[in-house]
């Protein structure tokens, strides 16, 4: 059974800087694409980073030069490094996956239950 296991969301000031963690069981994420999704209060789901196959990486406008999406093959682990936050990055953030190599996150099969990230003014 594959699960996808979010942590690392907290509190923080405005400026601060919080790394989220995305622990993957029951595959190996090696070849996988995945993603980092938000949801704000009041809002909708929004995609804020992705990790392609190849080392490929792509950003939403509104965290590009902020966030760094990074995996860790020997610890089946995705991260979101976030800096420099700010009131509007409030949301609680989840993980997903594809299930089969190399498809480029066409299809999320797998999600996490997500961690919550607020920022104070």
């Known amino acids: 059974q594959v699960q996808l296991v979010e942590s690392g969301g907290d509190s923080v000031p405005t400026g601060g800087s919080l790394r989220l963690s995305c622990v993957a069981s029951?595959?190996?994420?090696?070849?996988?694409?995945m993603k980092w999704f938000r949801q704000g209060p009041g809002k909708g789901r929004e995609a804020v980073a992705t990790?392609?196959?190849?080392?490929?990486?792509i950003y939403a406008d509104s965290v590009r030069g902020g966030f760094t999406i990074y995996k860790d093959n020997a610890k089946n682990t995705l991260y979101l490094q976030m800096n420099n936050l700010k009131p509007e990055d409030t949301g609680m953030y989840f993980c997903?996956?594809?299930?089969?190599?190399?498809?480029?996150?066409?299809?999320?099969?797998?999600w996490g239950q997500g961690t919550q990230v607020t920022v104070s003014t």
């Open positions: 997903a996956a594809d299930k089969e190599p190399y498809a480029n996150c066409v299809d999320l099969d797998f």
């Open positions: 029951g595959y190996i994420i090696t070849n996988i694409c």
């Open positions: 990790m392609r196959l190849g080392g490929t990486k």
